[in-house]
């Protein structure tokens, strides 16, 4: 897999979704989804992380609805509003086939299969949770769809039986993703091998109407406790200076006018990104807790660690060029 950074789209709203994008959903406030979290923080998968714990596949709108096709515990296969599985509070990300007729297809292969009996499986979905992207299980039947089966299985399924059914029509999709991963996929691991294939674009629902909004609430709360904790610290004083003057830096920039090109969730990436290496300074014996509490509100917005490594946007890179020129 080649790893390659992925910019995140922003999906403002669930009808922005497209048929066939496959959707991994952050976790949810309940006991099964906490088992899978908790236990897939032992598996390795690169890019893929323990708090997405269920996917499902965007089908296409009815009533104005979008409609999601999922493996359910103790119903099966379930096509249903996304509004009936999630409140607009849950965060997830959406990875969008680059060629339309693997999109088309997958959407195909769901409507072909939906009348069919699927069963969910927990020893199957047990034994994915264990199953990281190394686990020597890669050969995949990818004509073959089980039907004892769990969420993320059911979606890789789907999306090898696609791939296959373009290739046996001699339609140029080359999409190798679904011989490479494991038949026993959780979602941590979908979520890696869709991440690191060249053949998916990104986008990110960040579980918040406004994140821009959110971020800044975060991190100014953060500044107001570094504050606080700095008294007679003379170190933690001056990291809360530098903070702070690059938070109203920044949010001075974003206030004018001529910035109103980025959209919340660009100007949320952007802020998080300029504000983590000033905020992950040690100012005493362990590490920042300004900077792990951000981290993790990020995270909930389905932003990490390997997106604070990034340049900043096209538009405020090009400015702060010019910006160095002028000194």
């Known amino acids: 897999m080649a790893g390659t950074y992925k910019t995140p789209g922003y999906v403002q709203n669930s009808n922005q979704l497209k048929a066939g994008d496959i959707i991994v959903f952050h976790e949810a406030p309940h006991y099964v989804s906490n088992i899978i979290s908790f236990f897939s923080r032992f598996t390795s998968a690169k890019h893929g992380h323990h708090d997405s714990t269920h996917t499902s596949i965007y089908m296409d709108e009815t009533n104005g609805k979008p409609n999601i096709a999922h493996i359910i515990g103790g119903k099966g296969l379930v096509i249903e509003p996304l509004e009936n599985y999630c409140d607009s509070t849950r965060a997830f990300m959406s990875f969008r086939p680059k060629n339309e007729l693997m999109a088309n297809d997958i959407v195909r292969v769901v409507d072909k299969v939906k009348h069919e009996t699927f069963t969910y499986s927990e020893t199957q979905a047990a034994r994915s949770i264990f199953s990281g992207v190394d686990d020597g299980d890669k050969i995949r039947k990818t004509g073959v769809i089980a039907k004892n089966t769990f969420c993320s299985r059911f979606v890789a399924d789907v999306i090898g039986y696609a791939a296959r059914s373009l290739r046996k029509r001699n339609i140029g ?79 001075d920039r974003f206030n004018t006018e001529e910035k109103s090109n980025l959209n919340q969730f660009e100007k949320a990436h952007y802020l998080f990104s300029e504000m983590m290496p000033l905020l992950q300074v040690r100012s005493g014996l362990f590490a920042a807790t300004s900077a792990k509490n951000i981290l993790s509100a990020a995270r909930n917005m389905r932003l990490f660690g390997r997106d604070v490594k990034q340049v900043a946007p096209p538009v405020i890179a090009s400015e702060a060029k010019q910006s160095r020129k002028s000194i």
């Not at 960040?206 to 959110?214: A, L, M, N």
């Open 173 to 251: 999709v080359s999409d190798d993703t679904p011989q490479l991963m494991p038949i026993h996929v959780s979602p941590k691991t979908l979520e890696s091998y869709l991440y690191n294939s060249p053949h998916y674009d990104l986008h990110v629902y960040p579980g918040s109407d406004d994140p821009y909004r959110e971020m800044r609430r975060v991190i100014r709360n953060e500044l107001d406790a570094m504050l606080a904790r700095g008294n007679g610290n003379a170190v933690a004083r001056e990291k809360y200076n530098t903070c702070a003057t690059r938070f109203n830096e920044i949010y």
